[in-house]
């Protein structure tokens, strides 16, 4: 399945965060997803073999990483207080076929 | 750009009941659709999913929808439900004739409440 790490993590405002996410085995395809408390997942952007291929209405200071071993990561600079959420990674064969989710990293900024 | 209305936030219902969770979606493109559940404290599952074909859907732990495109609604139903299905349950779309790089379109969720 996909995994995430780490499940929670606290940090402070203007800090920077990494998020890590390993893929189902086989999958080239990464998604990244933000959930707000009581709101549904946003896009944020999706790795296509490495490379972005698609994001969503968020700023530059979201970034990410796909890397050939099934891992890819979510890096978040100059955190913000509405930056705290559950961030979920989502993997797939395929850019638009069936997307397994992972349990999520809940990141709280202080 | 696509978005997606889940009509009702909160809906109860008792156990062995029928429930209908609602959603409603807008596109100027064909869709592909699809119904996640989350369980607290949990990532997200998928129940079902719509990319072509017949109309009607079904799922996993009894749940069945039905696409219908004139009315561009994808409503999810179960027939009788049972205490563990309480959860948050959410329909989403992606544009069917992209690559999918706009991800997926998430409505903000029905949360299901079974009571005794």
């Known amino acids: 399945g996909v995994t995430q790490s780490p499940t929670h993590l606290i940090k402070t405002r203007g800090q920077q965060v990494t998020l890590r996410c390993s893929s189902q085995?086989?999958?080239?395809?990464v998604s990244w997803y933000q959930q707000a408390l009581g709101q549904g997942p946003q896009f944020i952007f999706q790795y296509y073999r490495e490379e972005e291929n698609g994001r969503g209405n968020f700023p530059p200071r979201f970034s990410g990483l796909q890397f050939p071993n099934d891992s890819s990561e979510l890096n978040v600079n100059a955190l913000e207080l509405d930056d705290s959420a559950l961030y979920l990674c989502a993997s797939s064969f395929g850019t638009n076929t069936e997307a397994f989710f992972g349990q999520g990293t809940r990141l709280t900024v202080v | 750009a696509q978005s997606v209305t889940q009509l009702d936030s909160q809906v109860p219902v008792f156990e062995e009941a029928p429930v209908e969770l609602r959603c409603n979606y807008s596109s100027s493109v064909s869709v592909y659709l699809f119904w996640y559940v989350q369980y607290p404290n949990q990532g997200l599952q998928l129940l079902l999913k719509?990319?072509?074909?017949?109309?009607l859907v079904k799922g996993i732990n009894g749940f069945e929808a039905e696409f219908n495109k004139s009315q561009t609604s994808f409503h999810l139903r179960k027939p009788s439900v049972h205490i563990s299905d309480t959860a948050e349950y959410f329909c989403?779309?992606?544009?069917?004739?992209?690559?999918?790089?706009?991800?997926?379109?998430f409505g903000k969720g029905t949360h299901l409440i079974i009571q005794p």
């Open positions: 085995s086989g999958h080239n395809t």
């Open positions: 989403a779309v992606s544009e069917g004739s992209g690559g999918g790089a706009d991800g997926l379109t």
């Open positions: 719509y990319l072509s074909g017949s109309t």
